[in-house]
């Protein structure tokens, strides 16, 4: 039977409960933008967009979502996709309808701790009904995060990935 995620943490001694979950608030792209750019564009908390020298960018806020072995809750990061101006435009429209058989092509915007970089990695993401964060899965690819995401991941390594979210 499937069970509850939680460990003594070797980081802090704590006794964190639940499977992990960690947000970021906003595409790596975007920090690194100055404030004229970043008072021209917008960031909530599921969609952003600036304009730079190159055009627009634009972003959606995804999950994506990393089994535990043995643990009915997967470990679960909040993450950032580059979206086309047109994915962005219908995503938008169709935010409070979705169509459940349409994906749209990203790619990943956040580096995750522990693995090589996850920059440019390609995803499709797919809206939820009922006003739940759409999901991402990942392109194929030989990338550590690909093979985790398909595979599982060991509690072992989810708390030790945990650690490195928690505390750097
Ligand atoms: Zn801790």
Redo the contacts with the bound molecule.
Sequence with gaps: MAGIFSFK?S??G?V?EGSPSFGFSAPDHWLGQDDGIKSEGKLGDDLCYYQDEDGYHYFARVILEIPIDGVSEPFMWGVWVSLSRSSYEHYVETWSEPDPQRGYFGWLCNQLPYYESTHAMGADVYPQPDGKRPILSLHQTDHELYQDFIDGITVEKAQHIA?LA??G
């Design positions: 943490c980081c802090c704590e964190h650690e928690m505390h």
